[in-house]
């Protein structure tokens, strides 16, 4: 994992102390709401419905066990006891006081970690794999990049007046898990006919209230043109983004307006008018990062564990979780354990601070002092011995950590909707709680197997519903929540946009909805056949004529 | 509207001329973009120096071939986060320009030190703020992490600092 050296340290904390003088001046009425607003942004503070709110960055969704230690504390010293992963690998805390905020980000740069440009028209936090690292499909991890771009746009003085927020997102493996392909900029290492590596550079995907799956500006950027290369990116945006209207200012409008084949030969031309001197520094820094990033010391073990086999046999609830919860791991002997913060009844991607502080020593004393985020709003622990998983599954179970619906229907991804923010037409969280209690049956969830349902509570799209298997979102009619339903969308490497199924449904009725929708996919799958390949087979007609003819 | 330059508010020996304003024997004219073009012909022979004022939307227009003639040019903020002039300064600075850059319009002590990063030294500034606030604002922060900035207040680069051997980027020609 990355550790800050004095110069990470030095900027954090002159960032701390710059803004506990901005909020001094604003509890003392020296500045105005409006003056303040833009500066509280920048260090991810809101004003949402009942409170503030605090967005902390977690870079690449990567954190140890200390940093997520320091998580819960904040959560149990400032908030009410919890806070609330997000899909961009983030944690927000939903109850804060203004003059409580410097003390937190000073506690949050104890160890190092803070909220820079987690808010505000500028490059937000960049996010990447949740399994990078461990995966086994992975060419490269890409963290470090991560890392590289982490500092190269922390208070960019060129680019944190942009037209609109931006957001960029890394795999490094051909199984993509970080939706690139709906970011503004969306980057996949591959490797060319001669086995180098190098950047696929995707522009002007996003969700919000135009949904659009980015376009390919360079099949192959060599590794180490990459910032210069994004630089150039950044300034065609910034001086041709549009201003006039902030529903139009997403980079993606750019590209869609001015066309692909215009938007890129301006950045090549861009690109090619600044050649940047040399890029041996970045090279070196990048290989500085990287080192933070060696594998850690793994064990030589045998693919099969008979500890873990006992326990499958013996244990019908561990294996089920085991079955939902694990992922293949590129070592023998190891596995990925998702996390999931999902269990049936609860809030999508919330955890108490006590919840934060067992994940924290289980990753300490069993996942090699790692743990990660995911956009699904789970918490990962990437590197588990299979010796050690039905301990950890024990531990997590006697916390309320153990739901076994991994990638399953209960898995649900959800925004705060209109429980807390300000920006809602309707509720999320409740939806998602009601359909998570639905499918609460683990050997129906298993029967329908994956599938992504994603929960909106504005046009806005945080829970990201243009992207999910089964999309739901919330609008308000004449003072009325209902909810619209999408089929097909998918952030994966075959990145869709979900149709709309037809005319919306009130709030008590979605679970059934959903629950019908289901029903008619097993109905008419082919063996073995998940959702999101039956719908992409059959299309909407059948779903459609399932929900509205019972209508 | 005060005028800051190197941390202290001095007098704007520049005149501004508007589109119909005869040339009168002043020794520095800034004029708009428009008229820059008009009237080159005229304009490049005057005795006295010469600047420009831009738009920043002015997206076809090629200042290169005037800027080695010109003594200023003039970048509007219309709005404090309208950041469209930070990129056209990094380009005349990228481009070769050395001399006079200056930001006018919505302009907040927070912003000072980016604008100063990217290669503006001067800055049309409201009466609101006192010169303090200017002073400490134009020093906020010590570490960049971007290189090719101008360190005008001595902040210094992280990757250069890091990668000692390596010197930092060549410090670009600065007016002022």
């Known amino acids: 994992m990355y550790r800050y050296d004095e110069f990470d340290h030095q900027f954090v904390r002159e960032r701390t102390e710059q803004f506990r003088d901005q909020a001094a001046r604003r509890l003392s009425g020296e500045m105005s709401e409006d003056e303040f607003r833009p500066l509280r942004l920048m260090n991810g503070l809101y004003l949402q419905l009942h409170a503030y709110m605090l967005r902390v960055a977690i870079p690449y969704g990567t954190l140890s066990s200390r940093q997520m230690r320091q998580l819960g504390y904040i959560a149990d010293r400032w908030d009410k006891g919890y806070g609330h992963f997000t899909t961009r690998q983030n944690i927000q805390y939903n109850w804060i006081k203004l003059e409580d905020t410097a003390d937190i980000l000073k506690a949050l740069a104890d160890v190092e970690m803070h909220a820079i440009q987690t808010s505000g028209n500028c490059i937000r936090n960049v996010t990447t794999d949740h399994w990078a690292g461990a995966a086994a499909d992975e060419i490269a991890d890409p963290r470090p990049v991560g890392e590289l771009i982490r500092q190269w746009s922390s208070l960019h003085p060129e680019f944190s007046f942009l037209p609109r927020k931006f957001k960029i997102a890394i795999t490094g493996a051909p199984t993509d898990r970080a939706a690139v392909k709906v970011h503004d900029i969306g980057l996949r290492l591959h490797r060319n006919e001669s086995g180098e590596a190098g950047w696929e550079v995707m522009v002007g995907g996003g969700q919000g209230r135009t949904p659009m799956i980015a376009v390919t500006v360079r099949e192959f950027l060599p590794e180490k043109e990459l910032i210069p290369y994004l630089e150039a990116i950044m300034r065609v945006y910034n001086l041709y983004g549009r201003r006039d209207n902030k529903y139009k200012a997403r980079i993606k409008i750019l590209v869609h307006e001015i066309g692909a084949e215009k938007f890129r030969s301006e950045v090549e031309a861009e690109y090619a008018r600044h050649p940047q001197q040399t890029t041996e520094v970045e090279e070196r820094e990048l290989a500085r990062i990287a080192a933070y990033f060696a594998d850690p010391r793994f064990e030589k073990l045998s693919r099969f564990s008979p500890q873990f086999e006992d326990a499958r046999r013996t244990n019908p609830a561990f294996a089920r979780w085991a079955t939902n919860n694990l992922a293949t791991h590129k070592k023998d002997g190891y596995t990925i354990v998702n996390?999931?913060?999902?269990?049936?009844?609860?809030?999508?991607?919330?955890?108490?601070?006590?919840?934060?502080?067992?994940m924290a020593d289980l990753a300490e004393a069993f996942s090699h002092d790692e743990l990660r985020v995911s956009h699904a709003q789970n918490i990962v622990l990437p590197h588990v011995k299979l010796n050690d998983v039905y301990t950890v599954w024990q531990k997590l179970a006697e916390h309320g950590l153990a739901a076994s619906n991994h990638g399953l229907a209960g898995d649900i991804i959800a925004c705060p909707g209109l429980d807390y923010c300000s920006l809602a037409t309707a509720r999320s969280i409740p939806?998602?709680?009601?359909?998570?209690?639905?499918?609460?049956?683990?050997?129906?969830?298993?029967?329908?197997?994956?599938?992504?349902?994603?929960?909106?509570?504005?046009?806005?799209?945080?829970?990201?519903?243009?992207?999910?298997?089964?999309?739901?979102?919330?609008?308000?009619?004449?003072?009325?929540?209902?909810?619209?339903?999408?089929?097909?969308?998918?952030?994966?490497?075959?990145?869709?946009?979900?149709?709309?199924?037809?005319?919306?449904?009130?709030h008590d009725d979605v679970p059934d909805v959903i629950y019908k929708i289901l029903e008619t996919y097993l109905k008419l799958r082919s063996p073995g056949e998940e959702f999101l390949a039956t719908y992409r087979r059959i299309g909407v007609k059948p779903f459609k004529e399932a929900i509205y003819a019972a209508a | 509207m005060p005028l800051l330059k190197n941390n202290a508010f001095v007098a704007d020996d520049w005149v501004h001329l508007a589109d119909d304003e005869a040339v009168a024997g002043q020794a520095k004219v800034t004029v708009s973009a428009e008229r820059l073009v008009r009237d080159w012909d005229e304009l490049v022979r005057l005795p006295g120096l010469l600047g420009v004022r831009l738009a920043n939307t002015s997206r076809e227009f090629d200042l290169n071939p005037f800027l080695p003639q010109l003594g200023l040019v003039v970048l509007p903020f219309?709005?404090?986060?309208?950041?469209?002039?930070?990129?056209?300064?990094?380009?005349?600075?990228?481009?070769?320009?050395?001399?006079?850059?200056?930001?006018?319009?919505?302009?907040?002590?927070?912003?000072?030190?980016?604008?100063?990063?990217?290669?503006?030294?001067?800055?049309?500034?409201?009466?609101?703020?006192?010169?303090?606030?200017w002073q400490k604002a134009s020093r906020q922060m010590s570490l960049a992490y971007q290189r090719g900035l101008f360190r005008k207040t001595g902040e210094r680069e992280v990757w250069s600092e890091r990668h000692q051997g390596f010197a930092p980027w060549e410090e670009q020609p600065h007016a002022g």
């Open chain 1, 339 to 358: 996390i999931s913060l999902k269990a049936p009844g609860e809030i999508p991607g919330d955890a108490t601070g006590e919840q934060m502080r067992v």
């Open chain 1, 431 to 506: 939806i998602a709680q009601a359909i998570s209690r639905r499918f609460a049956d683990d050997r129906r969830q298993e029967e329908i197997g994956n599938i992504k349902i994603n929960i909106s509570g504005c046009i806005n799209a945080c829970g990201h519903h243009h992207v999910g298997h089964i999309g739901i979102l919330g609008l308000d009619k004449a003072g009325e929540e209902y909810y619209q339903i999408t089929l097909g969308g998918s952030s994966s490497e075959k990145a869709s946009i979900g149709t709309i199924l037809g005319p919306g449904f009130a």
């Open chain 2, 78 to 133: 219309p709005a404090f986060g309208d950041g469209r002039s930070y990129s056209i300064a990094r380009q005349l600075r990228l481009d070769g320009y050395q001399s006079e850059l200056r930001a006018t319009g919505n302009i907040l002590p927070d912003q000072l030190q980016f604008m100063l990063q990217v290669g503006f030294d001067t800055f049309d500034v409201t009466e609101r703020f006192p010169l303090e606030a």
